[in-house]
Nanobody
Framework: QVQLVESGGGSVQAGGSLRLSCAYSGFTSMNYCMGWFRQAPGREREGVARLHIGDGSIYYVDSVKRRFTISQDNAKNTLDLQMNSLKPEDTAMYYC???????????????????WGQGTQVTVSS
């Protein structure tokens, strides 16, 4: 059974950093596209960054480029998101998600991901 468990959220001031981690288990292969999504109150869920754990391809949405870094640790089976230079607009519930696929397609919509973690809250104060 596939399981995704996020950790690492919290509260920081603008300009600060947080590191999120998603521990995954139950994968039967490396053919998984994994992503970090976020949803703020009253706003639609949006993709933040994605990584294919098999081929290592990475994609960031423009709003987090040069601030966030997505990475994988194959030894620990974790997908991490290092978030630097945080802004109040980064405040949201952050979710780890995964879908089984030989590669990550260009589309980056939450509706295409079938496996989700429970989420972890990130709050950035000004």
């Amino acid at each position: 059974q596939v399981q995704l468990v996020e950790s690492g959220g919290g509260s920081v001031q603008a300009g600060g950093s947080l590191r999120l981690s998603c521990a995954y288990s139950g994968f039967t292969s490396m053919n998984y596209c994994m992503g970090w999504f976020r949803q703020a109150p009253g706003r639609e869920r949006e993709g933040v960054a994605r990584l294919h754990i098999g081929d290592g391809s990475i994609y960031y949405v423009d709003s987090v480029k040069r601030r966030f870094t997505i990475s994988q640790d194959n030894a620990k089976n974790t997908l991490d998101l290092q978030m630097n230079s945080l802004k109040p607009e980064d405040t949201a519930m952050y979710y780890c998600a995964a879908r089984e696929a030989p590669y990550c397609s260009e589309e980056f919509f939450g509706s295409t991901y079938k496996l989700w973690g429970q989420g972890t809250q990130v709050t950035v104060s000004s």
